[in-house]
């Protein structure tokens, strides 16, 4: 008897919690609100150069990547290198502020690379009432994918004015100020240097890979490239090269899979991805051949969707290069402080 009674108290007080469901909701979603609205993710780190990996993921439907997009903080520079689609959403949701944003770089105009750069926009200018057009800078045609986003937003930057106001979304902070750019150095601000150089992304040109440099600290970024020796010879003794990595082998599969299926023209495109992207073994040579302290691969195709695949896609990387290196992930953090030789990671 005593069983039923137990069983019947069970029964009676989940009742109850259903009956209550919509005010227990509200009062648990008020305590989660309170402690994620406003927080600061960028907080808490020592001077030096933060990446944050906002997307890792490529064109082909990755439901734990976003495209490509990568976040740098050093000193009081905030840039974007890159803005795929679903990167700045994922920072937003981290709780990572834009509204310092001082600029966004592009390594070239493939879709994966821009199509994030209107949440950008909206973000840095809702966070910091900016007045001024945020900068927009990267190889020939940037200006013209600038003026292009501010022609599309042009309605909506005049409705969020006309909705908030002045004070908070002001005239004149909604929109971009394009710059098509040489090789070279094309930021220089606060100690921070960034130098943008050519790489082979062969039919599409100019593309370019980035390196940072931050008191004494250098990240070099390949962009999308097959692999190149202007990469190993740009992160010669770098700390850190991110590199873009696609496995054959890998992609292979799904071409199969997708002329089995009847999609030949889909299985076209996964077969002429190869000729113009680097393999995790080739990205591994280069970062043997430049002596870099980790290699971190990104822009992973295909997708994985388990940390179980991660040796096939690696190949033999892990014997051409002696040094650690990772698979980046959506959400991953590393930093670099200045003055050290330590690379730190965290992750969102
Ligand atoms: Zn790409
Ligand atoms: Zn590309």
Same mark, same amino acid.
């Given at each position: 008897?005593?069983?039923?009674?137990?069983?019947?108290?069970?029964?009676?007080?989940?009742?109850?919690?259903?009956?209550?469901?919509?005010?227990?909701?509200?009062?648990?979603?008020?305590?989660?609100?309170?402690? =994620? @609205?406003?927080?600061?993710? %960028?907080?808490?780190?020592?001077?030096? &150069?933060? !990446? *944050?990996?906002? +997307?890792? /993921?490529?064109?082909?439907?990755?439901?734990? =990547? @976003?495209?490509?997009?990568? %976040?740098?903080?050093?000193?009081?520079? &905030?840039? !974007? *290198?890159?803005? +795929?689609? /679903?990167?700045?959403?994922?920072?937003?949701?981290?709780?990572?502020?834009?509204?310092?944003?001082?600029?966004?770089?592009?390594?070239? !105009?493939?879709?994966?690379?821009?199509?994030?750069?209107?949440?950008?926009?909206?973000?840095?200018?809702?966070?910091?009432?900016?007045?001024?057009?945020?900068?927009?800078?990267?190889?020939?045609?940037?200006?013209?994918?600038?003026?292009?986003?501010?022609?599309?937003?042009?309605?909506?930057?005049?409705?969020?004015?006309?909705?908030?106001?002045?004070?908070?979304?002001?005239?004149?902070?909604?929109?971009?100020?394009?710059?098509?750019?040489?090789?070279?150095?094309?930021?220089?601000?606060?100690?921070?240097?960034?130098?943008?150089?050519?790489?082979?992304?062969?039919?599409?040109?100019?593309?370019?890979?980035?390196?940072?440099?931050?008191?004494?600290?250098?990240?070099?970024?390949?962009?999308?490239?097959?692999?190149?020796?202007?990469?190993?010879?740009?992160?010669?003794?770098?700390?850190?090269?991110?590199?873009?990595?696609?496995?054959?082998?890998?992609?292979?599969?799904?071409?199969?899979?997708?002329?089995?299926?009847?999609?030949?023209?889909?299985?076209?495109?996964?077969?002429?991805?190869?000729?113009?992207?680097?393999?995790?073994?080739?990205?591994?040579?280069?970062?043997?051949?430049?002596?870099?302290?980790?290699?971190?691969?990104?822009?992973?195709?295909?997708?994985?969707?388990?940390?179980?695949?991660?040796?096939?896609?690696?190949?033999?990387?892990?014997?051409?290069?002696?040094?650690?290196?990772?698979?980046?992930?959506?959400?991953?953090?590393?930093?670099?402080?200045?003055?050290?030789?330590?690379?730190?990671?965290?992750?969102?």
């Amino acid at each position: 008897m005593r069983r039923w009674g137990f069983l019947i108290a069970i029964i009676a007080l989940a009742a109850g919690l259903w009956w209550q469901r919509a005010p227990l909701g509200e009062a648990a979603y008020a305590q989660i609100a309170g402690l =994620r @609205a406003g927080r600061d993710g %960028l907080a808490g780190h020592s001077d030096g &150069l933060t !990446l *944050i990996f906002c +997307g890792t /993921g490529t064109p082909l439907p990755d439901p734990d =990547r @976003a495209e490509s997009c990568l %976040l740098v903080q050093a000193g009081t520079n &905030l840039l !974007l *290198i890159d803005a +795929g689609d /679903g990167g700045v959403r994922k920072l937003a949701g981290w709780g990572v502020p834009l509204g310092g944003l001082d600029g966004v770089l592009i390594s070239h !105009l493939h879709s994966d690379h821009i199509e994030g750069l209107g949440p950008a926009l909206l973000m840095r200018w809702t966070g910091s009432a900016a007045r001024t057009p945020l900068p927009l800078i990267g190889p020939a045609g940037t200006a013209r994918v600038a003026a292009g986003f501010n022609e599309m937003l042009a309605a909506d930057a005049t409705y969020r004015t006309g909705h908030h106001g002045e004070a908070i979304t002001p005239t004149g902070g909604g929109v971009f100020s394009g710059r098509d750019v040489a090789p070279g150095v094309v930021w220089n601000r606060d100690g921070l240097v960034v130098t943008a150089f050519a790489v082979d992304h062969a039919p599409i040109a100019p593309a370019f890979g980035y390196r940072l440099q931050y008191k004494g600290r250098v990240v070099v970024i390949s962009g999308d490239t097959s692999a190149s020796p202007a990469v190993a010879a740009a992160a010669q003794n770098a700390d850190l090269l991110v590199h873009e990595a696609l496995q054959p082998r890998l992609v292979a599969d799904i071409t199969r899979g997708l002329e089995r299926a009847g999609q030949p023209r889909t299985a076209q495109i996964t077969r002429d991805i190869l000729n113009y992207h680097t393999t995790p073994e080739q990205a591994a040579d280069l970062a043997a051949q430049a002596k870099v302290g980790m290699l971190v691969l990104t822009h992973i195709a295909p997708p994985l969707p388990s940390r179980l695949l991660h040796a096939a896609f690696l190949g033999d990387a892990a014997t051409r290069f002696a040094g650690p290196i990772r698979i980046a992930h959506d959400g991953l953090l590393l930093h670099l402080p200045a003055g050290s030789k330590t690379i730190e990671d965290d992750a969102f």
